[in-house]
């Protein structure tokens, strides 16, 4: 950054989901993380105090949908209304992972497509613009009814395994299933890879069916990268990573921007030897007895500071953006 944003004229405050990630964000931009106040009521409500004025102030407000996600989400609306009832001329919500970003179609009776009654509810209680990343859902970029950027992690995930200088005669990235297809060709072709999708059925939310691979074939390819947008249970990655290992390959490397790793999910990657690294972001903050001796864990800091700084200065956020080419 060429100069510092005004302290005075910009607040960041951070929800109590992952407020690590949102320091590290302050000390990118040179700010202060502002104070906030969070108690319960006797009857479980939960009550929340913005520490300094925001009254004229463009405010950004760091909050992770995680667990527990209703009581993460909550906070994050009442600080979006504490910050436009007290008059703030700008409110982005800063939403690392936006969890809800699964629920983006009625693919059964009576339910709810959760990911747009979200995006109302976020436009209701305040927000005027919203940062993320890698929306499970691309289409749930259109559920927003205000400005919207939904960034990448792609540029962190390309440096650390450029410096491999990875061999393509050796090395295959694949796709876990259809949707995850064109983010895993951009990644592929920034490091000169050939690429394969899986062909996946889910089953349920724990379970799913690989049924084989699409286009590129894997057999002749010592090692696979699997490129996935999150991890959860591990279900997926566990089924392609046998399908790979029973197609040749030799050793595999587990990429994903969220790493939830929900449930048994570490002790099922553990489980396979061929997999040799698992890389990762802290969009959802991962303790360090989660860490297993093969993970690396990247800093999205610079991602989110960099766009904060060019919202404010009303700059560009090309090559930040999620689909963006270059």
């Given amino acids: 950054m060429s100069t510092t944003l005004e302290p005075n004229d910009v607040r960041l405050f951070s929800g109590r989901s992952?407020?690590?990630?949102?320091?590290?964000?302050?000390?990118?931009?040179?700010?202060?993380?502002?104070?906030?106040r969070y108690s319960r009521f006797s009857n479980?409500?939960?009550?929340?105090?913005?520490?300094?004025?925001?009254?004229?102030?463009?405010?950004?407000?760091?909050?992770?949908?995680?667990?527990?996600?209703?009581?993460?989400?909550?906070?994050?609306?009442?600080?979006?209304?504490?910050?436009?009832?007290?008059?703030?001329?700008e409110i982005h919500a800063v939403i690392p992972y936006f969890s809800y970003a699964r629920s983006?179609?009625?693919?059964?009776p009576r339910i709810s497509i959760t990911a747009r009654l979200i995006a109302?509810?976020?436009?209701?209680?305040?927000?005027?613009?919203v940062l993320t990343m890698t929306l499970h859902s691309p289409q749930v970029h259109?559920?927003?009814?205000?400005?919207?950027?939904?960034?990448?992690?792609?540029?962190?995930?390309v440096k650390h395994f450029r410096e491999r200088e990875l061999n393509p005669n050796e090395t295959i990235v694949v796709a876990p299933d259809l949707g995850r297809a064109k983010p895993t060709a951009r990644?592929?072709?920034?490091?000169?890879?050939?690429?394969?999708?899986?062909?996946?059925?889910r089953i349920s939310d724990t379970e799913v069916v690989i049924r084989g691979l699409v286009g590129k074939q894997v057999k002749g390819f010592r090692h696979a990268m699997i490129y996935d947008d999150e991890i959860a249970t591990g279900g997926s990655v566990v089924e392609l990573s046998k399908l790979l290992i029973a197609?040749?390959?030799?050793?595999?490397?587990?990429?994903?921007?969220?790493?939830l790793f929900s449930g048994r999910a570490l002790e099922r990657l553990s489980a396979i030897p061929q997999i040799t690294e698992i890389v990762t972001t802290d969009t959802v903050p991962i303790p360090p007895e989660k860490r297993l001796p093969n993970m690396t864990v990247l800093s999205v800091a610079?991602?989110?500071g960099e766009a904060i700084y060019r919202n404010y200065m009303h700059e560009s956020l090309s090559g930040l953006f999620a689909y963006a080419e270059d």
Wanted: charged share 15%.
């Fill in 18 to 36: 992952h407020p690590g990630l949102a320091a590290d964000i302050a000390n990118y931009l040179n700010i202060p993380l502002d104070p906030a």
């Fill in 44 to 89: 479980d409500n939960l009550y929340v105090q913005l520490g300094v004025p925001v009254r004229g102030r463009t405010v950004f407000l760091v909050q992770s949908l995680i667990a527990p996600v209703s009581d993460n989400l909550i906070e994050l609306m009442m600080m979006l209304d504490i910050a436009r009832s007290a008059a703030a001329r």
């Fill in 104 to 108: 983006d179609k009625k693919d059964a």
């Fill in 120 to 129: 109302d509810l976020l436009k209701t209680a305040g927000a005027t613009h």
């Fill in 142 to 157: 259109g559920f927003f009814g205000m400005p919207t950027d939904p960034l990448t992690s792609r540029p962190l995930f």
């Fill in 187 to 201: 990644f592929a072709a920034e490091l000169g890879l050939h690429v394969a999708t899986a062909d996946k059925q």
């Fill in 247 to 259: 197609n040749g390959i030799q050793e595999l490397t587990v990429i994903c921007t969220h790493g």
């Fill in 302 to 304: 610079p991602v989110f």
